[in-house]
């Protein structure tokens, strides 16, 4: 069975058919890329991450005639979802929502029919010149791997944090929900964070920022954030503990040697990521440039120099790099 998604009743969804039998489904569009059931065929190309690099990616080579695999295990778009404004992506003089450019980029993979499973993989392997590809549904090959994965926020070790991690507070601005109402504390001092604070004052929410030292963000975040009478900042605090009381979070901080503590609904944290290549073993993560066939792209590899048209040309070179690769019979 292999099944396409194609544009149905534009702004319903997108009707996905089944090739094999006469069956289709209207799915929502945030859900409308589905997947490929096809059993023993080796792919040019699996894809696995669909965010700016990964859809890039998977643009190029099936404008190339190549036909590749996407898996995705969370929600299209990547770290982009996190984005409160993209300003530095040519073709917007005025800037775009970074969830409003992840739609466009999903309306991009609907119109090329590229095959997406929204699905997590467990782990890539390599047995002679194929990849083995293992998801939750099973394994499938490919001659070529992009690992488009990016990266996940460090964790801190801070007391008290274990008891309202994932419940009120939060590491990525994604994962608020969207109707939440409160005061927040976000803790870091880099562009994430000050990004961050922008977005939840853009909510008419109260926002405290806290940093160890001096900021680190852009001169433009910085200057935007002090504009606003929705935010205040915290210069040279330092997170220690935090508890909940009164279904409100106090946030024990040590601001210059004195201890003080901080008042919110909610907290966000923004204390720098990691790149993600769990899905490699050591051997293949460790010397993934040696390894023919296999690409990393994007953040996964970019440290921080995280920014949407990196990403995208790290996307294509690594298509272009396996086209040609077709062309001289590698």
């Known amino acids: 069975m292999f099944c396409l998604f194609q544009p149905h009743n534009p702004g319903k969804g997108v009707k996905v058919e089944n090739m094999g039998e006469s069956e289709s489904v209207l799915l929502p569009r945030s859900a409308a890329l589905t997947v490929s059931k096809a059993k023993g065929k080796t792919y040019i190309a699996v894809i696995i991450g669909a965010g700016p690099a990964g859809i890039a990616a998977a643009v190029y080579l099936k404008r190339a005639g190549a036909d590749p695999l996407v898996f995705e295990r969370d929600e299209i778009g990547g770290l982009l979802r996190n984005a409160h404004v993209v300003e530095n992506y040519p073709g917007f003089p005025e800037g775009i929502g970074g969830p409003e450019l992840v739609e466009l980029f999903k309306r991009q993979l609907v119109r090329w029919r590229i095959d997406t499973r929204m699905e997590e993989v467990h782990s890539v392997s390599k047995e002679g010149d194929i990849y083995h590809v293992s998801s939750e549904s099973g394994e499938v090959f490919a001659k070529s791997v992009i690992v488009a994965t990016g990266t996940r926020p460090k964790r801190i070790d801070i007391q008290g944090l274990e008891d309202v991690e994932l419940s009120k507070v939060f590491y990525e601005i994604r994962d608020v929900p969207p109707a939440v109402k409160g005061d927040f504390l976000v803790i870091g001092g880099g562009d994430a964070a000050f990004d961050y604070a922008l977005n939840l004052a853009s909510r008419d929410i109260h926002v405290d920022v806290a940093f160890r030292g001096e900021p680190r963000c852009l001169p433009l975040l910085l200057e935007r954030a002090s504009r606003s009478e929705k935010i205040r ?34 907290g966000l944290i923004a204390c720098g990521r990691e790149p993600d290549v769990s899905v490699l073993p050591p051997e293949l993560a460790e010397n993934w440039k040696e390894a023919s066939g296999l690409y990393l792209v994007g953040d996964v590899r970019r440290g921080n120099h995280r920014q949407v048209g990196i990403a995208v040309g790290d996307g294509i070179l690594a298509a272009m790099s396996i086209i040609e690769s077709m062309g001289s019979g590698k």
């Open 233 to 266: 900042t915290h210069a040279g605090t330092e997170l220690k503990s935090v508890k909940e009381e009164e279904h409100q979070l106090v946030f024990g901080m040590e601001q210059e040697g004195t201890e003080k503590e901080i008042v919110a609904d909610y």
